[in-house]
């Protein structure tokens, strides 16, 4: 880098810095009571930095103009714009945000409006049920968000008569279950606050607007892209303006392949000005024309040196262009679990099928939702083996003779979570006449195909039952032209019919010869 470069870079950091308030690179910081002294953290170097406020003002408007023309039109964002009532706009926003975590914004509609039509207001969230809020989230994953939600939304009208924290601080501090990034969304989308967020999207957007290739996971690196979403941020529309940030990540800036000729701030893009310089390096190489040295890195720190350029050893990558940036470390590979099921189903009062369901514990996975019978397994254990250990998992159970020899193979579910690669080996047992468990047992029921749906259960269920249901050449889900009830309520412990329960010791009881 020239020298006038480099004086020109240092001025204008030194200039922001002093405008914050915090001390030059490299100063120390003057101990009060004679403490060693503390180095001040280095300001990032100017190529991952926004220093020029011109260009921030120029950012700013080009991205709000066209967020303005182009945003997708949300339910919350109706809500956030004309919800008049501060503590009813805030919990409008809020569900978004929860719902929208590592989740996409088509699945998330339906659910939301549903959501909203149920429980309007805080306070009506608070008297539901946790299995109420259960069964409306069964089917949109990270099922322990629900309950946090209504946790939260409990605390708000038991502790802070109803009233919503105005402040991303206070949210974060008085809300279970609310991050940063939820509390400045919240604060700046329904209150106005001038702070950043920083979620997936915005780090995609900041990391190739500011060539920031060091891994975009580490901590270092998110306290970087928080201080730079609190230096851009708009002041006098901060809720739009994040929310631009993200739906440009999420529409334009994308992972893979993104929309740079439709990019509005592509003129601020450097990873897309290192694009450009790469192809003209090669496009003078190629004609044999003299070929400096492309100074497309120069960011004032040595090859090795700076923490937010890509590693020395993980260099640029021509053939990936902006989607070099951002970089994550590589994702740990989910561990494997194997977990033998076993279907139980009987003839229903009106001969229609119904089946066994038993509730999860109310921590942990998939806390509180319903499941068929299960038992984990080894890893790498026979089809025999495991045929034999469900079944005097279900005999030490339910107290009364399974045989291996009685369970129906079904086959394998693979299941994808968050940290598990979660393997269902599945079996059926059809049961005659009509059982049900003692009350002192955990909770169980029986329940039809219909209230099977409308239940709290998890994808991972609905994926069970349609394979046990194929295997005997049914599909469950409904035909087309047809509509899926929803909402349904159960009775009781299911469906069982008046005067047909028996005792757990009754339960699975041979059949009788006729």
């Not at 959501?115 to 949109?140: D, F, H, R, Y």
């Not at 998110?222 to 529409?251: C, H, K, Y």
Request: proline share 7%; net charge positive.
């Amino acid at each position: 880098m020239s020298r006038a470069r480099a004086a020109a870079a240092a001025a204008a950091t030194g200039a922001l810095r002093r405008s914050d308030g915090s001390a030059g690179r490299g100063r120390k910081r003057a101990s009060p009571r004679g403490e060693a002294s503390v180095p001040a953290l280095a300001p990032p170097p100017v190529l991952h930095h926004f220093s020029d406020p011109g260009e921030v003002d120029a950012l700013r408007k080009n991205l709000l103009a066209w967020y303005d023309r182009c945003k997708r039109d949300l339910p919350w964002r109706a809500l956030a714009a004309t919800e008049p009532d501060a503590d009813r706009r805030g919990y409008a926003v809020w569900v978004s945000e929860i719902m929208l975590q590592q989740t996409q914004v088509a699945t998330v509609i339906d659910y939301y409006n549903r959501w909203m039509q149920k429980w309007p207001t805080l306070q009506a969230l608070a008297e539901a049920s946790l299995e109420e809020v259960n069964e409306l989230w069964a089917g949109l994953g990270y099922y322990s968000r629900g309950k946090r939600l209504q946790e939260a939304a409990r605390k708000v009208v038991s502790e802070l008569a109803g009233h919503m924290p105005r402040t991303a601080e206070d949210l974060q501090k008085l809300l279970p279950g609310v991050g940063r990034y939820t509390a400045g969304a919240i604060a700046s989308i329904s209150y106005g606050q001038a702070t950043g967020v920083v979620d997936g999207n915005v780090i995609r957007v900041l990391c190739r607007l500011r060539c920031i290739g060091a891994d975009s996971s580490s901590p270092s690196v998110i306290d970087r892209l928080w201080d730079m979403a609190n230096a851009v941020v708009d002041r006098s529309r901060p809720g739009d303006f994040n929310q631009a940030l993200m739906e440009l990540g999420a529409t334009v800036c994308v992972p893979k392949a993104p929309l740079c000729g439709e990019c509005p701030v592509k003129q601020h893009c450097r990873a897309r000005q290192r694009v450009e310089k790469e192809l003209a390096f090669a496009s003078q190489k190629l004609f044999g024309k003299p070929v400096p040295v492309p100074d497309v890195e120069d960011c004032g720190e040595r090859v090795g040196d700076c923490p937010l350029c890509p590693p020395a050893m993980e260099p640029w990558d021509s053939s990936l262009g902006v989607t070099n940036f951002p970089r994550k470390a590589a994702k740990k590979q989910p561990r494997a679990m194997r977990t033998a099921m076993c279907v139980l189903e009987r003839r229903g009062c009106h001969g229609s099928p119904e089946y066994f369901l038993v509730q999860r514990p109310s921590s942990g996975l998939l806390a509180g939702l319903w499941e068929f019978p299960s038992h984990p397994l080894p890893q790498d254990l026979q089809e025999e083996k495991e045929k034999e250990v469900l079944a005097d998992h279900l005999q030490a159970w339910m107290g009364q003779p399974v045989t291996a020899k009685g369970l129906q193979f079904i086959g394998e579910v693979i299941h994808i979570f968050s940290h598990i690669r979660q393997t269902y080996v599945v079996y059926s047992l059809h049961l005659d006449g009509d059982v049900t468990l003692d009350a002192a047992s955990s909770p169980s029921r029986w329940v039809t195909e219909e209230e099977f749906h409308a239940s709290a259960v998890s994808t991972a269920m609905k994926k069970v039952l349609k394979a046990h249901e194929k295997q005997h050449g049914k599909e469950t889900s409904p035909g087309k032209g047809s509509k899926r009830k929803r909402g349904a309520k159960t009775q009781g412990a299911g469906s069982t019919c008046p005067g047909t329960q028996l005792s757990l010791h009754a339960f699975l009881r041979a059949p009788t010869a006729p």
